[in-house]
């Protein structure tokens, strides 16, 4: 069973993440893995973390890599955050290049995508079907 630091630790580093997101300039994947990474501890970014997030990805979509889509509504869905409607545009604009990359990691995100009911941009008989990988 995987074990969180202390609250003060964890609350250092979100503090910590936010004074980079409002002072550095983040690339998409930064963006994309830092979401990512937050999800995959189970810490939720909070609201002030979350917004500057938000925005950093609305403002950046054009530049965001079908990898980082696919990591960015995986790390949303995870971490109960609903996608921006320029993020699911985003994602319609690039439907075979996304489609290709949540084909290609599928098994370990499955429910995600199901979640965020994006099943129509896949054509899988994983998602079409409801059978397992």
């Excluded at 509504?73 to 109960?80: K, P």
Aim: glycine share 6%; net charge negative; with cysteine.
């Amino acid at each position: 069973m995987r074990r969180l630091p202390e609250e003060s630790v964890v609350a250092a580093l979100l503090a910590a993440c936010e004074e980079c997101v409002r002072e550095c300039e983040l690339q998409p994947r930064g963006v994309s893995m830092l979401l990512w990474g937050l999800a995959r501890l189970g810490v939720d970014p909070g609201p002030r973390l979350m917004a500057l997030l938000a925005d950093e990805v609305d403002h950046s979509l054009h530049e965001f890599s079908p990898q980082n889509l696919s990591n960015t509504l995986w790390a949303l869905e995870r971490l109960g955050y609903p996608p921006s409607p320029a993020l699911l545009q985003s994602v319609e604009e690039m439907e075979g290049e996304v489609a290709g990359w949540i084909e290609r990691d599928l098994p370990q995100q499955e429910g995600s995508y199901r979640s965020l009911r994006l099943n129509d941009l896949v054509s899988s008989p994983w998602l079409d079907s409801g059978a397992d990988p």
